[in-house]
């Protein structure tokens, strides 16, 4: 079978809608030899109103875009065709965006659900979003949840971990990488993702200055954010939490941020909303606990494996820190449950054999 990918975020995007794609068209190409996979990086005009119809010229029996986005034409092409919707966050959480941006989303993604042959949805969130916002019919929709990149699936010793994180240049220097602390004695706090109003940062360290300063952990973020970040680093400055909370923006690859699961001693992700939440599945796949939201995708990504807030509340996000900090029973223990949901549910072979299954399906059709 020959399927066109649209292969834009593929090449050049480096995080999210671009580790996704790459590790999709690697796990379906490495596991069904059958897949003749073609990647098309086009220019906006092609990609966005011919590009079906050169890849049915091509011979393509299907077309798959990776990143909420099909070509206008796929349909007059008469290539069969799936859309991969990671989440409609433009709907859902339309502060974030200029009203010229939450028009073009739904010129382009929401049409593309429409027009799909069928639309892959990457949790029951999403899915029942793109039902609720543009009237897809259920019997259109298949959930394949989102693919944690292979790495996370190999868990390493805290040793490997802390000798990942020595040899770094950044983080060797900061708490509590700086001290003299065993692997096993390190104790911090971690979030990774963007930094923008919807991941809830600011949430996050104001739950942070309410806990008692005999108790406070050094708090790392890895992310990067423009506006939103400048009033998060206002906010630490104010309060005073500089000694305690340190910003990576230089933090890029797999093997780093898997160290860093690995020895924290809880993930923060109390985001307001999210396609998935992949640094959750990734989190629980070390064996990290987790605080999430209890909205969304992100009670799905969880799984047994973390405590549930109200992203709202900034006392229930203080509580739930406060509570695993206190409580080294309980984090071993969510930290094996989501461990092994995050195996079970998140499984690559399984899910790369879902979405082999509806290429067959949808080609046939």
């Known amino acids: 079978m020959k399927i066109g990918f649209d292969a834009k975020r593929y090449y050049h995007n480096q995080t999210g809608l671009g580790n996704y794609s790459r590790t999709i068209v690697a796990a379906v ?7 003749e996979a073609v990647l098309y990086d086009e220019k906006a005009l092609t990609r966005t109103f011919s590009l079906g119809r050169k890849a049915k010229a091509e011979g393509c029996n299907l077309f798959h875009g990776l990143s909420n986005e099909l070509p206008r034409d796929v ?21 974030m965006y200029k009203p010229i941006d939450r028009v073009l989303y739904d010129w382009k993604y929401g049409h593309s659900a429409k027009i799909a042959t069928h639309v892959v949805a990457i ?19 298949s959930v394949i949840y989102q693919p944690v990149q292979q790495i996370y699936y190999n868990t390493i010793t805290p040793k490997r971990a802390a000798d990942i ?42 739950a942070f200055k309410e806990i008692p300063s005999g108790e406070k952990i050094p708090f790392l973020v890895v992310g990067n954010g423009r506006e939103y970040r400048r009033t998060c680093e206002e ?19 797999a093997e780093t941020l898997q160290a860093l699961y690995t020895l924290a001693t809880i993930l923060l992700y109390p985001s ?4 998935f939440g992949l640094p959750v599945a990734e989190a629980a796949l070390q064996y990290c606990p987790v605080i999430t939201s209890n909205i969304s995708s992100l009670p799905e990504a969880a799984g ?11 006392d229930d996000i203080t509580a739930a820190m406060l509570q695993l900090l206190r409580n080294t029973t309980q ?25 082999y299954d509806l290429y067959q399906h949808v080609a046939a059709l």
């Open 123 to 141: 949790s029951e969130s999403t899915k029942r979003d793109v039902m609720r916002f543009y009237g897809v019919p259920e019997e259109r929709i």
């Open 235 to 253: 906010y630490i400055r104010e309060k005073g939490l500089s000694a305690w909370v340190t910003i990576l923006d230089d933090i890029h690859d």
């Open 165 to 206: 994180i020595a040899a770094h240049p950044t983080l060797r220097d900061i708490p509590p990488f700086n001290s003299s602390q065993q692997p096993q004695q390190l104790r911090f706090f971690l979030t990774v993702g963007s930094i923008n109003s919807r991941k809830n940062l600011l949430g996050m360290l104001k």
């Open 75 to 95: 349909v007059r092409a008469g290539l069969p065709s799936i859309v991969t919707i990671h989440d409609v966050a433009w709907r859902t959480f339309p502060g």
């Open 304 to 314: 047994p494996g973390a405590i549930i807030a109200d992203p709202y509340s900034t």
């Open 272 to 275: 307001f909303y999210e396609g």
């Open 331 to 355: 984090r071993e223990q969510l930290g094996k449950a989501g461990h092994d949901y995050a195996l079970s549910h998140f499984n690559p072979d399984t899910l790369t054999q879902q979405l």
């Open 29 to 35: 190409k490495g596991q069904h030899a059958d897949i």
